[in-house]
């Protein structure tokens, strides 16, 4: 009988394999950000707020942080009301020392801003200029809402609906595979040219943490601990470390990310003595349905490259 990739259904992501719905879950969520900000744009029009400079205002940034967010719950809510996976499978409880590690290895993460900068470097020989975020207003209590939609909404939402739904229906793929793609949807989400080598080892990182602890939880902490490090900084007036800190962080992230690479062999949580029997019952599951998640996942796929180099050459 000939395999088909789509299948007619009453409801979206029902009667999907794991991989097709976790592919379709990222065309959605991209598509949904569309719809909620031309909605969203419409409603301002029609209210009168856009007038002169409305980008630079805190309501309007707000709404611009808040939107993404928006469609990720939707479309998590939707993927896990319609399929056989919960969010107790993805945010069970961790062994402790995970949250140690997903806090430590973020703050070691700070020491790779410089080879942001090479980066960053050769795209400016290509005549690409970097824009600084625009964030909203940060001066007293105004930190606090500048917390909760900058980096708590993104850091449980994104890592519900990356780690949550796009990594674990990868899973099949083999654990490389799973983290590195994972890790590049992370980055080609952003659309950052500046931010695509941070975002994507950053995306690796919580992919890795998320495979061996078998929950979000650390992950959500640490990308808790990321973007409101970012934010406190940027408020403080910090803009750089001196050597002696940027090395500091440059040892905890490498020995963090060797403990979880070579030396930590669990997956999904078991330990190392259940590693047999775990493997022995993945081998009886189907082959991984790489073509459907990417059929499925093409139209998100496409939406954020293009957007991707439109930032780049704009």
Known sequence: ???????????????LNEEKASGLSFSVA??????????????????????????????????????????????????????????KAVAKKPRAIYFCIAITLQLGLLSLSSVNGLFLKWLERFGYTPASPAVPSMSGAKII?????????????????FRGIV??????????????????????????????????????????????????????VSHFVNNALILILEACGVSGFSIETMIILGVLFAIWAIYLIFFDKNVDGAVPEKREEMQTTETAKPKADAKGFVLCALTGIVLCAMNWIAALLA
Not at 145 to 161: R, T
Not at 190 to 213: D, K, M, V
Request: glycine letters at 6%; aromatic letters at 18%; hydrophobic letters at 50%.
């Open 167 to 220: 990594f674990h229906g990868m899973k099949k793929f083999g654990n490389v595979a799973a983290v590195l793609a994972s890790a590049g949807l992370f980055a080609l989400y952003h659309q950052s040219p500046a931010q695509t080598i941070y975002q994507f080892i950053c995306g690796a990182c919580f992919a890795l943490i998320a495979l061996r602890s078998g929950s979000i939880l650390p992950t959500v």
């Open 1 to 15: 009988m000939k395999r088909t990739y789509f299948k007619k259904t009453k409801k979206l992501f029902t009667g």
């Open 30 to 87: 991209i598509v949904a950000q569309y719809v909620f900000t031309l909605l969203f744009l419409i409603a301002a029009r029609l209210c009168g707020g856009l007038k002169e400079g409305y980008e630079s205002k805190d309501w309007f940034l707000y709404f611009s942080y808040f939107i993404p967010q928006a469609a990720f719950a939707v479309t998590a809510f939707t993927y896990f009301s319609r399929t056989e996976t919960n969010v």
């Open 145 to 161: 809402p500048a917390l909760l939609f900058i980096a708590v909404l993104p850091a449980c939402l994104e890592e519900l609906f």
